[in-house]
């Protein structure tokens, strides 16, 4: 069983300066609601309440927004606005959230070995605090069913145009099922023409605590940082990995034209924006010619 699920968001944002200078970037809003709210969402809707998130320096926003904020209820509570005090109420009873400071960017790698402490000798699933996944069964629910089933640490995977393999941590294994492969490497961002497949790592894992130990034994790599790559590789070696073919798609917020996209997708699912902002694009795209 999965009970605890870290949350790394220690990252600088320096794709999103200046905005990201005083903001974190998991705090860059999808309309009005915090791209790492969907993510500590999705970890709830899996059925995990006890939260990790891995913060930074500059990173107290985020802190305070899953807390309580009594003068803000008082407040609503005086302008008898129950629908926001019960959202407000909700947001920070929604889960058991922890958190813990990397106190250097040294990598991914790194930043999850800060969780060592909280995890234990339990398994636990790990979800990128930029990455917002929009399917029906939350992804992170597909991958607890895999490890259940298989009983092995699981890597959330989704097919990548070949020719964009050198942009992604790529897998290759022996397929399972329609759906999940046994691996047998991890590569990253490998040239075309050396990638073991189209299948690119997700930013949504289910690891086991021994990973702890393949990050202690992983040298500095990539950007002369600790890439959790490398360490998966050396658990790889050590003990069954799979991997899931996530059903449902992901949204890489670590970018701006992908927040904008992310943000007009967004829009046209909610039930009070689709009509107006539907037709507000069609008279832009005609004015465009």
Do not use: C
């Not at 069983?1 to 860059?28: H, N, Q, W």
């Not at 092995?152 to 022996?174: A, C, F, L, M, Q």
């Not at 329609?178 to 991890?186: A, E, F, V």
């Not at 950007?223 to 070696?237: G, P, R």
């Amino acid at each position: 069983m999965i009970r605890k699920a870290v949350i790394p968001a220690a990252g600088l944002g320096t794709r999103f300066l200046p905005a990201t200078k005083s903001m974190p970037k998991e705090m860059l809003p999808i309309i009005d609601i915090p791209t790492i709210q969907y993510v500590v969402q999705e970890a709830v809707d899996s059925g995990i309440d006890d939260i990790l998130i891995i913060s930074g320096k500059g990173k107290r926003a985020i802190e305070d927004h899953f807390d309580r904020n009594f003068e803000l209820e008082a407040r609503l509570e005086e302008k008898e606005d129950q629908a926001w005090f019960n959202e407000m109420r909700r947001l920070s009873d929604m889960a058991n959230v922890h958190f813990v400071r990397q106190k250097e960017a040294n990598g991914l790698g790194d930043a999850i070995y800060y969780a060592r402490h909280h995890v234990g000798d339990e398994p636990f699933a790990v979800l990128l605090g930029d990455t917002i996944m929009d399917s029906v069964i939350p992804v992170t629910r597909q991958l607890v069913d895999t490890y259940e089933q298989y009983g092995g640490s699981v890597i959330g995977v989704e097919t990548v145009p070949h020719d964009k393999v050198n942009r992604y941590g790529i897998v290759g294994g022996k397929a399972l099922s329609d759906t999940i492969l046994q691996l047998d490497t991890l590569i990253e961002k490998p040239a075309p023409e050396n990638a073991p497949s189209d299948l690119a790592i997700a930013g949504r894992y289910i690891l086991s605590p021994e990973i702890f130990d393949a990050i202690e034994n992983t040298p500095k790599g990539k950007n002369n940082e600790i890439q959790l790559t490398d360490s998966m590789l050396l658990l790889l070696k050590r003990e069954n990995f799979f991997a899931h073919l996530i059903e449902g798609k992901r949204h890489d917020i670590g970018n701006k034209l992908d927040f904008l996209k992310t943000t007009v997708e967004f829009a046209l699912k909610r039930k009070e924006f689709a009509a107006p902002f539907r037709e507000f694009l069609k008279d832009i795209l005609k004015a465009e010619g």
